[in-house]
């Protein structure tokens, strides 16, 4: 498996369809933590908050992603791959990508969850917003895979 080789999603995040596809993931976010917190669609410190924490944790994973493969940006953190690099009648295999998603996914809420917490704290509690940071980053991740893996796993096999 050449998961930590993939540079799927470093070439797509440097295009302007990849801060589009960025932006929007964002926006689900800002949507779903406001409704959490505040019960409304839209915030605006939560959405400062919700923006601040994604750019740390981008920030995070590809340096992350740089240190760990040698260089290659944003592999590690949102691990993009397409049936080239994960055979999915590997069972060995799809329980790799699947534990190594998860991890990313927990080190990207942990982060977020810092950072949300450090500037939502003069508004709300630690609870609520750790709450909120988990589901918009389940929402989020959710609508994300499976834009990115439906796209991956069709075009480019």
């Known amino acids: 498996m050449l998961l930590l080789n993939s540079t799927y999603f470093g070439k797509y995040a440097s295009l302007p369809m990849g801060w589009l596809f960025m932006a929007l993931l964002l926006a689900i976010e ?4 406001s409704k ?13 908050a ?10 995070a ?7 760990i493969n040698g260089g290659r940006m944003l592999t590690v953190w949102l691990p993009w791959v397409s049936s080239r ?6 069972e060995e295999e799809l329980l790799s ?11 990207t809420v942990i982060i977020e969850l810092i950072v ?31 834009a990115l893996y439906s796209y991956s796993f069709t075009f480019f096999d």
């Open 30 to 33: 800002v949507v779903v933590m």
């Open 36 to 48: 959490a917190l505040a019960n409304a669609y839209f915030v605006s410190r939560v959405a400062v």
């Open 50 to 59: 919700a923006l601040i924490s994604n750019v740390v944790s981008g920030i």
């Open 61 to 67: 994973g590809a340096y992350t992603s740089i240190a």
């Open 85 to 90: 690099e994960v055979n999915t009648e590997n």
């Open 97 to 107: 990508f699947f534990l190594y998603f998860a991890l990313a996914f927990v080190f």
């Open 116 to 146: 949300n917490s450090l500037f939502l704290k003069k508004h709300y509690e630690f609870s609520p917003v750790m709450r909120a940071t988990t589901i918009a980053n389940v929402v989020s991740f959710m609508v994300g895979s499976m």
